[in-house]
């Protein structure tokens, strides 16, 4: 058997296969809810044979949103049609994770095919917040700096947020803080320069994730996977490392998270990416190999044979695809066929195999 078909358990959870569909904004909500694209995008993947769907980033309250268009779940009402979603992957053989997410000083803008641009007032433009008074670009509207009381809030709706995702359904929880976004914010020393309990030190800077971590934890029940994406690494000099990573992924297994999904960037207009196939995967077996700690690998990985090495070489234990999953829904189901596994197809396709 190949290594990518074979099961993974994680806590009470045991996955079918090491494929995971990655959080991908689709930005076809309206007012944070999920409708039949979803349904239908998400589901296409469960078909297709994933082992782990995630939703896309889902933002915990409405100021997190990237866009108006962004999935939430900072109310009740959102967990109806999400458990109609979650149902339909369920019965499809694949395990759903929810991404938790607050977009910090890179909200309020418009989706990509609209511009990919800061709000204006008269397009429902709101107030960004981030852990200091600095944009991510020179031409964004200057986020407010969050005060101590909203820091302690916006863990509570983290913590609501689960709640919610529990009701709907979901069997894994992902806590966002890759990608520029709020925690990540707090994370690199680039974009928080506070002189408070929550910046200056790395153990000052991680504080806001930690206690995220410990709301989330302790309100999901103990058999239930944790994740935590981050940005291994900012790609700037001074910024966030890979060495940060470890340190941080060393702390985050002593507060039972049980895998890192090992993305990076996004926090700089800076950064300088050496962009190319599997250009992610050596953050991901750095920090499987100094922590022991299960990792997820993501970035560029478009191929069968390029996954199945990845896990032979012990670089990563979850092989998490996005931009392929986009070109090829039944990517799982090729995969098998390419590394000669007989995988079952869905009843209704068996004739096509």
Not at 96 to 103: D, E, M, N, R, S
Not at 193 to 221: A, P, W
């Amino acid at each position: 058997m190949a290594l990518l078909f074979e099961p993974l358990q994680i806590r009470d959870i045991t996955l079918k296969n090491r494929i995971a569909v990655s959080p991908m904004c689709q930005y076809s909500s309206v007012d944070g809810f999920a409708n039949n694209w979803h349904l239908v995008h998400l589901g296409s993947r469960a078909v297709g044979g994933a082992g782990l769907v995630f939703t896309e980033a889902t933002a915990v309250s409405p100021e997190g949103r990237i866009t108006p268009d962004d999935l939430g779940i900072w109310k009740n009402e959102h967990v109806i049609f999400l458990k109609e979603i979650v149902d339909f992957l369920k019965e499809n053989g694949a395990v759903t994770g929810i991404q938790l997410a607050h977009a910090g000083r890179k909200a309020s803008h418009s989706s990509p095919w609209k511009g990919r641009v800061p709000l204006k007032q008269e397009e429902g433009a709101w107030q960004t917040v981030a852990p200091s008074p600095i944009p991510f670009k020179e031409t964004d509207p200057e986020p407010k700096e969050i005060s101590v009381e909203e820091i302690k809030k916006l863990v509570k709706d983290f913590g609501n947020a689960t709640q919610r995702a529990i009701q709907a359904g979901f069997e894994v929880f992902e806590i966002h803080a890759a990608h520029g976004y709020l925690i990540n914010e707090f994370l690199s020393p680039l974009s928080n320069q506070r002189e408070d309990e929550y910046g200056g030190s790395f153990e000052n800077r991680i504080r806001f994730l930690l206690e995220i971590v410990t709301e989330v934890r302790g309100i999901i029940n103990e058999g239930t996977p944790l994740f935590v994406r981050i940005s291994a690494s900012d790609w700037v000099k001074g910024g966030w490392d890979e060495n940060d990573s470890v340190k941080l992924a060393k702390i985050l297994k002593e507060h039972e998270v049980d895998v890192i999904d090992c993305s990076s960037g996004g926090n700089s207009p800076e950064q300088k990416i050496s962009v190319g196939p599997l250009y992610q995967v050596p953050f991901s077996e750095k920090i499987k190999k100094e922590t022991a700690i299960l990792t997820m690998a993501v970035g560029m990985i478009t191929t069968a044979e390029a996954a199945e090495e990845i896990l032979k070489e012990q670089k990563a234990d979850l092989i998490c695809l996005a931009r392929q999953f986009l070109r090829e829904p039944y990517f799982p189901l090729h995969a098998a066929k390419e590394l000669g596994v007989d995988l079952q197809w869905p009843s209704q396709y068996e004739r096509a195999k």
